[in-house]
T-cell receptor
Framework: GESVGLHLPTLSVQEGDNSIINCAYSNSASDYFIWYKQESGKGPQFIID?????DKRQGQRVTVLLNKTVKHLSLQIAATQPGDSAVYFC????????????FGKGTKLSVKP | ETGVTQSPTHLIKTRGQQVTLRCSSQSGHNTVSWYQQALGQGPQFIFQ???????GRGNFPPRFSGLQFPNYSSELNVNALELDDSALYLC?????????????FGSGTRLTVV
């Protein structure tokens, strides 16, 4: 069935290091992917997105890479800061412009000072 | 520009009761989706509303129902509450037309069923 999952449930990095969070998806027809950050007691916060016609997209300190051949998505965070500690979810959009999002279980990122 | 607001923030209900959760969409957004997030899991799609009609539904029973109002705000109703309904309920608004991007989430309603 359709699913979005993450390879690692937890990730611990040192402050200042780069973080890489991975995600596998199974629906080759998905046309849009989003990374969300969720802090305790809050809703998911948009980080960065990418359409299926792109391989890479950069934001402020974040980069998303999409490899459609192996259905893999990654989020790279440069110079990770304590404020980056949270659970990170990738989500794929199902269907057309009004499609719902399918989320994975999330990766908990812990940043050590 | 206001974001997505949800009420109440926390709620405790008894098994068998009914509950109504509310969501105000972000300014300019006309589509509202509801998600259920169990502890330690990713959000699961319940349903979506566009132009006051249900426009897509996930794998949830009919006792989960909703409404969308002319101002694009929305309600989620759950009847005959079960213990497994305990979760964080998230509302997300988006702009349906050209709908890449703009999925803005509220902070959720934490529902506990005892």
């Amino acid at each position: 069935g359709e699913s979005v999952g993450l390879h690692l449930p937890t990730l611990s990095v040192q402050e200042g290091d780069n973080s890489i969070i991975n995600c596998a998806y199974s629906n080759s027809a998905s046309d849009y992917f989003i990374w969300y950050k969720q802090e305790s007691g809050k809703g998911p916060q948009f980080i960065i997105d990418i359409r299926s016609n792109m391989d890479k997209r950069q934001g402020q300190r974040v980069t998303v890479l999409l490899n459609k051949t192996v259905k893999h998505l990654s989020l790279q965070i440069a110079a990770t800061q304590p404020g980056d500690s949270a659970v990170y979810f990738c989500a794929e959009k199902n269907g057309g412009s009004q499609g719902n999002l399918i989320f994975g279980k999330g990766t908990k990122l812990s940043v050590k000072p | 520009e206001t974001g997505v607001t949800q009420s109440p923030t926390h709620l405790i209900k008894t098994r068998g009761q009914q509950v109504t959760l509310r969501c105000s969409s972000q300014s300019g957004h006309n589509t509202v989706s509801w998600y259920q997030q169990a502890l330690g899991q990713g959000p699961q799609f319940i349903f979506q509303y566009y132009r006051e009609e249900e426009n897509g539904r996930g794998n949830f029973p009919p006792r989960f129902s909703g409404l969308q109002f002319p101002n694009y705000s929305s309600e989620l109703n759950v009847n005959a509450l079960e213990l497994d309904d305990s979760a964080l309920y998230l509302c997300a608004s988006s702009l349906a037309q050209g709908g890449f991007g703009g999925y803005t989430f509220g902070s959720g309603t934490r529902l506990t069923v005892v």
